[in-house]
Every structure is written in C-alpha cells, then in structure tokens.
C-alpha cells in the first residue's frame, strides 16, 4: 500500500510563532504566566504539523510523537515552575525531554488567549444568548473587547443556560443554585471567567457565573449574594476553544501546516453518577 505524502509545506518556527504573537501578543498575558515559545529545537526543520492541546500530558505527548507532530501548542504551560533539573523521574520532565531527544517545539498561549477577543472566553460565552458583551477588565491600550473575563447581558432562565452550557461544551455541568433563584429564576447578567474564575470573579454583580472551578468558600459567597454559579471542571471551560481556533490557525498559516486537535486530552475529572460510569472508565482506560 502506497503512503500519500504530505502536501504542507511548512513554515519556519520563526514564522509560526509570529503568526501566534499577532493573533495573541504575549503581553497580553499575565505577569506570573509562563507564555510564548518555551521549547525550541536544536536543529531548524519546517513545521509541517501542530498539535492542539490544552494540557501536554504524557498520553498527548505520546500521541504527538505517533504522529510526527513538529509543534505543540498547549494552552496551559507544561513549564511554569523553573526545572532544577530534566530526568525520567518526574512526568513534567520527562515530556520536556521527549520534546528535545525528539526535535518537537513547544509554544503556550494561556492568559494571552483569555484577554483575546475571538479567543477562550468568547468562546465559552456563546453558551448564552448575547444582547450586549464587554470584558470584565479591559485591557488599557488593547483593541476594543481585548481583557480579562466577559460580562454579557442576556434573557435566559437558569434552566436554559444549564442546557445551553452542556450542549457547548459537550459534557456535564455542576449548577450551585443561588438562595432565592429556581430553575425558571430569569438571568439577565452574566459574568464569565474560562479556568479558574474564583478571584477574578470576585465581587461581580451578576446574576449567574459559569467558570471552571471555583472553591467551596467562593461558592457559598456567591450563592448568598444571590448569583448562581455554573461549573464546567476547569480545562472543559477551555478545551472547546482549540476545535473553533483549529481552522483559523491553518487560514493564518497559508494552509502551509497541518493543524490537528488532541484526541487524548481531557478534562482529569470526571463526573460518577453510577458504579457503571466507573466500570466505562476502566474500560476505556485499557483500550
């Protein structure tokens, strides 16, 4: 049987990453964030093939070496603590040294693609119905709709937005129902933070919150402050984002590169309703 050969082209990495900065310039990340190119080959090659993550895990990092994937792009930083050292001790530096033996680029957007209009948290708000949209914090100096959070005023009772949010990002949903709201409560604002929205949310005056996580503290604040919170678990918030951003990319690289979406990322926790759920789980584990 004959293997069809590639028809990309590639680009240099150089060039690759420029086309990342326009569309997320990584100032617009947050100081403590660890973003941009984080790992770059000895040897130049073209990047032909990217990967799509949102955690570099050793199963995705396994995958993109079957595949023979020149660039990772994970949107949470696999390097965010300094490395003292790189063995096969640990997990995080055992993916670091599979991107060096293997000559893999590794580039990570994170809050730079937060702030971005058009990117995650644009995104995860067209679970709603939008009459108006605004970040929760500008940013100064940015194009109109660039910053942190969004705050969107809409019409939809809690029950619509739970359905609504499911369907979005195609899993379960954990709906902590505020003190005077029901099902059929009517929202009219909402706040929303991709990842953990805990202290960025803080303070918000909304009706509804949907985030990834949040603590129990957090919680019972909001709930008594007559806000009910939708949760997603924290990468669900996120993930769906890269499936919408996919196409872009190729249109941004001159359908020079071969874009892919990690089939084995996902979300560490899984909602169990059932002893069945976990006997799935298992079984899937072992395919």
């Known amino acids: 049987m004959l293997r069809r050969m590639s028809t990309f082209t590639g680009q240099k990495l150089a060039a690759v990453v420029k086309e990342l900065e326009n569309y997320a310039p990584t100032k617009l990340a947050e100081k403590w964030d660890n973003v941009g190119l984080l790992i770059e080959p000895h040897k130049e090659k073209p990047i032909k093939k990217i990967l799509l993550t949102n955690d570099l895990t050793e199963p995705v990092m396994g995958e993109a070496l079957e595949k023979n994937v020149d660039l990772i792009i994970s949107y949470h930083p696999p ?3 300094p490395l003292t050292r790189i063995t096969q001790s640990n997990w995080k530096e055992r993916v670091v040294a599979a991107c060096l033996a293997n000559n893999v680029a590794l580039y990570s957007p994170h809050t730079a693609w937060d702030k971005t209009c058009g990117a995650v948290n644009d995104w995860l708000s067209k679970a709603v119905v939008i009459q108006s949209i605004r970040p929760l914090e500008p940013e100064l100096g940015a194009p109109p709709g660039t910053g942190s959070g969004r705050f969107i005023e809409t019409d939809m009772t809690v029950r619509q937005l739970v359905e609504s949010l499911q369907k979005h990002i195609q899993n379960s949903v954990h709906l902590a129902l505020a003190v005077n709201h029901t099902p059929n409560t009517l929202i009219k604002t909402v706040g929303i933070c991709a990842g953990s929205g805990g202290s960025l949310l803080k303070g918000v005056e909304a009706d509804l919150i949907i985030t990834g996580e949040m603590s129990h503290h957090e919680l019972l604040e909001f709930n008594h402050n007559n806000t009910t ?3 997603c678990n924290h990468s669900n918030s996120e993930r769906g984002f890269l499936k919408e ?43």
């Open 79 to 81: 390097i965010f603590r």
């Open 229 to 231: 919170v939708l949760l």
């Open 245 to 287: 951003f996919s196409p872009k990319l190729r249109e941004l690289l001159k359908e020079e590169c071969e874009i892919l979406v990690s089939e084995k990322d996902k979300d560490p926790l899984v909602t169990v309703t059932n002893t069945d759920t976990i006997c799935d789980l298992s079984h899937k584990a072992l395919q």
